[in-house]
T-cell receptor, first 114, second 109 residues
């Protein structure tokens, strides 16, 4: 238990569906991250939020839309996804995004796009 | 470009010692992390090195040589529960984490 929870743990969706992934951290951190993890590939950073402000968007397609209503919650809204978007989506948090702070990860949402 | 290299897969025997290497080429350096990830679970933090040398933490040790762009994770007295993927990540000059693809470690009885 790392103090970061994610729901759902598994999600299967069609290309025309709209769904949302949720992340919550109970560590009092101020920075939150979305990563994509595909088999045998490095973690890909998607978005970074620091004190609820988005500070990083690594050229992520607009079919992925993040939302950070407060420092404890992070959402990833999904719409019109492609089969190649199937992956493990990991959420992480740290005290701050601009310092050498350790990131703590949630267990991830395994997403399958049909 | 920025690059982290680590072996894709390694096999070791229960009770033995294994060394997982990581080499990096990044824009600047602000520390190197090792994480452990069991299948279907969250990556969990193992160690952090920012200065050259060896950091020991129980059965696990991590070594860093900044001049060589090289680190290793040493696991002693291997247990079956150590079967997992081990991820190396370097924080660059912009404090972004650059990740390796991970090393899958298989422990055999």
């Amino acid at each position: 238990e790392t103090g970061v929870t994610q729901t759902p743990r598994h999600l299967v969706m069609g290309m025309t569906n709209k769904k949302s992934l949720k992340c919550e951290q109970h560590l009092g951190h101020n920075a939150m991250y979305w990563y994509k993890q595909s088999a045998k590939k490095p973690l890909e950073l998607m978005f970074v939020y620091n004190f609820k402000e988005q500070t990083e968007n690594n050229s992520v397609p607009s079919r992925f839309s993040p939302e950070c209503p407060n420092s404890s919650h992070l959402f990833l809204h999904l719409h019109t996804l492609q089969p190649e978007d199937s992956a493990l989506y990991l959420c992480a948090s740290s005290r701050s995004s601009g310092e050498a702070d350790t990131q703590y990860f949630g267990p991830g949402t395994r997403l399958t796009v049909l | 470009g920025q690059n982290i290299d680590q072996p894709t897969e390694m096999t070791a025997t229960e009770g033995a010692i294994v060394q997982i290497n990581c080499t990096y080429q990044t824009s600047g350096f602000n520390g190197l992390f090792w994480y452990q990830q069991h299948a279907g679970e969250a990556p969990t933090f193992l160690s952090y090195n920012v200065l050259d040398g060896l950091e020991e933490k129980g059965r696990f040790s991590s070594f860093l040589s900044r001049s060589k762009g090289y680190s290793y994770l040493l696991l002693k007295e291997l247990q079956m529960k150590d079967s997992a993927s081990y991820l190396c990540a370097v924080r660059d000059s912009n404090y972004q984490l650059i990740w390796g693809a991970g090393t899958k470690l298989i422990i055999k009885p």
